[in-house]
């Protein structure tokens, strides 16, 4: 394992990762998305890195000691615990693959109504795989791209995920109800206490900005607006810890056993 340079001209179906249990996550649930991982000369001194290092040995992904991250999008003073990798974006799948193969009885779907912030984002796809969302759409303009910050605040579960990017936000909604989903939106102003919805038909979350909620369009598309009681200190929740709640009593309501690799 000697020094190596990084070439900056990466492939824009590559994205790179950091961080200890990010990357331990995309080895463990898809070590063929990885394309390679960086570390630093340090690494290897804490059990952690060791132990990180043994899984990527026997897997026989390529890993290279690099002097710093100066040529990979790592961002500075990001918590990269001396190690990152470049993967494949296995998160992607065709709306239309997804219409045809979906199991569409049991489906709950997340939707993405403008999400821009990749903290929140990453939050979100993080509390989809814990609770066993069938995939993620969002629309194709005005939403976070998938990228290491999304990576790390989702601890490295966007590697379980499945993330539909289509054109028309609504008109994907259409399609959904047609397939007999039922659109819940989540908003402030909502009739309904999220626990009085019925979830455990295939039901599909829609979520909006942070400050701005559902787009009107949207919000016309849904099928019932809920919302998520709480005291009246805070005037609003996060829309990650919004879309958490929301999908947990989803997965209540279901009975599912939500065990899906990814570690609280």
Known sequence: MGFMRIDRR???????????????EFLRARPDAVLGVYVLPSFGRTRPQRDLQRLIEG?????????????????????????????????????????????????????????????????????????GVSAVIVAERDTSPVTGVTVKASSGAVAYARICRVPNLAAAMALCRERGVSLVGLASGGNTPVWDVDLTGPSAVVVGAEG????????ATCDCLVRIPHG??????????AAGIVLYEAARQRGLSVRRGVSA
Request: hydrophobic fraction near 45%.
């Open 59 to 131: 897997i026989g992904v390529a890993i290279y000691r690099v002097q710093d991250f100066s040529r990979l999008p790592v961002h500075p003073g990001t918590v990269h615990q001396g190690v990152a990798a470049r993967v494949k974006p296995v998160w992607d799948v065709d709306f239309g693959v997804l219409l045809d193969s979906m199991a569409f009885n049991t489906a709950l779907f997340v939707i993405c109504d403008q999400v821009t912030d990749p903290h929140n984002f990453g939050a979100i796809l993080r509390s989809a795989v814990a609770f």
């Open 212 to 219: 701005k909620g559902l787009r009107r369009r949207v919000e």
């Open 232 to 241: 009246p200190s805070v005037e609003s929740l996060n829309v990650s810890t």
């Open 10 to 24: 990466r492939s824009e179906e590559e994205v790179c990762i950091w961080g200890i249990h990010p990357v331990e």
